[in-house]
């Protein structure tokens, strides 16, 4: 059977001309006022003029049809990826799919944590463009993919390496404080497992790197006027000064590349906070296209492809 994976995300702006589209994108033909576009441009000036989410989204796609090509079985693999804000969009990639003659597709948000406001977004973006493109394969979903076995094995590892930068005798005193985007404080009363999904990678992973002191943040919460999750890392950068922690380390579990919200919302905003309160801040290593992940992921997709046939 051919078998197309279809690796989603939402994408960025390709540099500074395309901000004006790409968040108007987003905002649904929503023009941004002068003054946040400004500041827009100033973050992305700040992190070199562009995202690179791109580029690495690209490259794990081709490693995993690389980690794909050489398992064994008889499923005949095909790797895509399209975004929802930006091309190629995730109807480029169905599009292409249904070209390729894809018999059957599977669709993973590269994310690890689901929730109607993220995965259920793209979910619903493939399932409009399946239903738009004449011959288009029926599709299955990963959920959520958070307590990964591969996945907890790979962030503890990245925590055990950044942990490294302190002496051994000061390890326990650093927190490390998992990160993931915040959304909406209103999806708790809704029922929806976002935030459980968050702590239990970060409990896991804890677990495992064995440490003394964690905790979880949110980050990059909207402005959307309504109550966001929290705490902010802002609020636990300046939390944590104040009871005299030699430093903290961060670990953006929510993330798998680098992008604009672990760019400047970490490595620049975040970490001068730290800075100004005399903490030592460190951030674990983005996985991107890591090899390792790509492992993850072929784990994912086969174990899909068993309990759907």
Not at 23 to 28: F, G, L, M, P, Q
Not at 108 to 117: F, I, K, T
Not at 193 to 203: E, F, I, K, L
Request: glycine fraction near 8%; proline fraction near 6%.
């Amino acid at each position: 059977m051919k078998v197309g994976v279809l690796l989603m995300a939402h994408g960025a702006a390709r540099g500074l001309d395309d901000i004006p589209r790409y968040y108007a994108h987003i905002r649904h033909g929503q023009p941004l006022s002068p003054a946040v576009l400004r500041e827009l441009s100033d973050r992305y000036r700040a992190i070199g003029g562009y995202s690179p989410l791109h580029e690495i989204t690209a490259a794990l796609a081709r490693r995993l049809a690389g980690v794909l090509g050489v398992r064994p079985g008889v499923v005949d693999w095909h790797v895509y990826h399209g975004f929802r804000h930006a091309p190629p969009f995730i109807a480029d990639a169905v599009a292409a799919m249904a070209a390729d003659g894809v018999q059957r597709g599977i669709g993973v948000v590269l994310a690890p944590h689901d929730s109607a406001l993220s995965g259920g977004r793209y979910r619903a973006a493939a399932e409009e463009a399946r239903a738009a493109v004449d011959g288009a394969p029926p599709f299955t979903y990963v959920a959520s993919w958070h307590l990964e076995p591969r996945l907890v094995h790979l962030l503890a590892s990245r925590v055990r390496e950044a942990q490294a930068y302190w002496p051994e005798a000061e390890r326990d005193a650093v927190p490390v404080v998992f990160t993931a985007h915040s959304l909406p404080e209103r999806i708790r009363a809704e029922g929806d497992s976002y935030a459980d999904q968050v702590r239990a990678t970060a409990r896991a992973v804890a677990d495992l790197a064995g440490l003394a002191a964690w905790e979880v943040a949110w980050q990059s919460a909207g402005r959307t006027g309504e109550p966001w999750m929290g705490p902010d890392i802002l609020e636990v950068v300046d939390r944590l000064a104040g009871e005299g922690r030699p430093g903290v380390l961060v670990c953006p579990l929510g993330f798998v590349a680098d992008h604009l919200e672990v760019l400047y919302d970490l490595d620049i905003q975040a970490a001068a906070a730290a800075a100004a309160r005399g903490l030592r801040w460190r951030r674990t290593r983005s996985l991107n296209d890591d090899p390792a992940l790509a492992e993850v992921l072929a784990d994912i997709v086969e174990r899909e492809v068993v309990l759907r046939a």
